[in-house]
């Protein structure tokens, strides 16, 4: 019902900003009662369903699966296996992944803005001229009863000149490139640009990662972080101390007909270096959609990284009391960027929309990540430091189990997995957990659990049975390590 947002002001009983996990909102309670949604689009593509969909998750684990089928003729050399990858399709892995994604992109805009007849969708950036009320770019006024935000967060750029060239990309960008670059240059050295380098790497770019600092990962924990370095500088070129000064367009007449740049970048001593390459993707982080809101001018409580303020039922806090009917999940509020974390957030909402005297509060604990990249990263609770600070570093148990000493990692061959958990020595609560290999994201899922239903690291390691000869054991192992009570009846 795009065209009736036009005219007279829109009083529905519920507006929503950002179509993402905020989408979910629009339960069978409110059949039948005006709903405004209101989206910008996600990334350079505006396309319905949010980042996770569009820019973000989905499509990238999309590109992650043929770069990991390429980089498997390394371990199928060390296991005395020949194959060999002559090369990738791009345009073929391209298409086969935003066939899928735009098409669910443009069945849920279809469903919300043609099927549903309570619901007007706009289309277009908004800015909220009251606590539950903004206004559209094209001049559509809405007052709703209850608002929620849930406008996500976008890509940092840095301001340097040529900045805009059409060589330079975000994550946003990068994925419907035209061909495969021959040489792509990455800044940053967080998960995007980590994953994106794996993805890169494998299919045959050539590829240069920059970071202003030394070491890559480095919010993880620093055992993992500084194995993931070091795996890193094997694949591909990792140039360390170095930030993003300028890109230059160079002449496609003297490179074969492609349009590169140049990147230029300054080291911490002050030189400068350049590089000729095809494309540069620029992954120093993100930021939440506050600001294009108008937030701070509308009078909401914002963190210093610019996230809106929430208490523990997501309502918005100005002067850190929380706004009638207003309320917030996301990106745009969350510290952590986990699809899986919007979803719990959304459902809370929904329900404390709809039950306002039985509000629910949303869950942060036991909150876990992974990172695609080459090998795979996983993390869940605190990193070692953050433990001892914690609780105190004699309190403190800790193993870190290679692959390589198991059963299925004789198999692999493999040289270079860990899996490392931290607990309290005391009770055997574990307080974290880190892995860094082949299915590390899967390695980790039973400490999520324990975590997450408070089981003890004895009982968790005891208290069933593991698969034999499985990849599992290394999990199995690294809780059997730890220097905890024994559980008598286990």
């Known amino acids: 019902m795009t065209d009736s947002a036009q005219g007279s002001p829109l009083t529905p009983d519920l507006a929503i900003i950002g179509s993402g996990s905020g989408n979910s909102l629009i339960t069978p309670h409110w059949d039948g009662r005006p709903v405004v949604l209101a989206d910008r689009g996600a990334g350079s593509t505006a396309a319905f ?8 998750c989905i499509p990238t684990k999309m590109f992650v699966r043929p770069a990991a089928l390429a980089h498997s003729t390394e371990e199928a050399q060390r296991l005395g296996v020949d194959l060999e990858a002559r090369g ?4 073929a892995i391209r298409d086969r992944v935003f066939a899928r994604v735009d098409s669910i992109s ?5 469903y919300r803005d043609v099927q549903l007849d309570h619901v007007t969708l706009l289309e277009e950036q908004v800015t909220l001229t009251g606590p539950t009320s903004f206004l559209s770019a094209a001049g559509t006024e809405v007052s709703a009863e209850q608002l929620v935000i849930a406008a996500g967060s ?16 975000t994550s946003d960008s990068v994925m419907r490139l035209q061909d495969l670059p021959r040489r792509v240059l990455i800044v940053g050295g967080g998960y995007i640009a980590c994953e994106f380098a794996g993805i890169f790497s494998g299919l045959g770019s050539e590829v240069i990662q920059v970071n202003r600092s030394v070491g890559l990962m480095s919010a993880m924990d620093p055992d993992l972080a500084s194995a993931f370095s070091a795996e890193a500088e094997r694949s591909w070129t990792v140039l360390y101390e170095r930030t993003l000064g300028a890109v230059l367009a160079r002449d496609p007449e ?19 270096e350049e590089h000729d390459v095809d494309v540069v993707l620029v992954a120093i982080g993100r930021r939440p959609n506050s600001d294009l809101l108008g937030a701070a001018e509308a009078g909401l409580d914002l963190h210093e990284d610019g996230r ?13 009391t929380p706004v009638a009917g207003l309320y917030a999940l996301g990106d745009i509020s969350s510290p952590a960027q986990l699809k899986h974390v919007a979803n719990h957030e959304a459902r809370v909402v929904a329900h404390n929309l709809e039950n306002p005297q039985d509000l629910r509060a949303s869950r942060q604990d036991a ?22 600070e914690r609780i105190g570093a004699e309190n403190l148990t800790v193993t870190v189990q290679n692959y390589g000493d198991t059963a299925y990692g004789w198999a692999m061959e493999d040289h270079s997995g860990i899996f490392k958990v931290i607990a309290d020595r005391r009770d055997g609560a574990i307080l974290g957990a880190h892995a860094m290999g082949y299915q590390a994201s899967n390695l980790i899922q039973p400490i999520i659990q324990a975590m997450s239903f408070g089981q003890d690291a004895h009982t968790v390691a005891r208290g069933q049975y593991w698969i034999h000869p499985a990849l599992m054991e290394v999990t199995e192992n690294a809780l059997l390590g730890l220097d905890v009570p024994v559980s008598e009846h286990l």
Do not use: K, M, Y
């Open 154 to 169: 976008r890509p940092v750029l840095p301001e340097v000149p040529g900045i805009d060239l059409p060589q330079v990309h």
């Open 88 to 91: 990738a399709d791009w345009p």
């Open 367 to 388: 909150v876990p990540s992974a990172v695609f990249a080459h090998p795979e990263l996983a993390q869940v609770g605190l990193t070692e430091p953050q433990a001892a």
């Open 106 to 110: 443009e069945a849920g805009r279809h």
């Open 254 to 272: 003297g490179d074969g007909g492609r349009a590169g740049v140049t990147a230029q970048l300054v080291t911490v001593d002050g030189r400068q």
């Open 49 to 56: 369903g949010g980042t996770c969909l569009n820019v973000g």
């Open 308 to 320: 809106i303020v929430v208490d523990e039922h997501q309502r918005v806090l100005s002067g850190g």
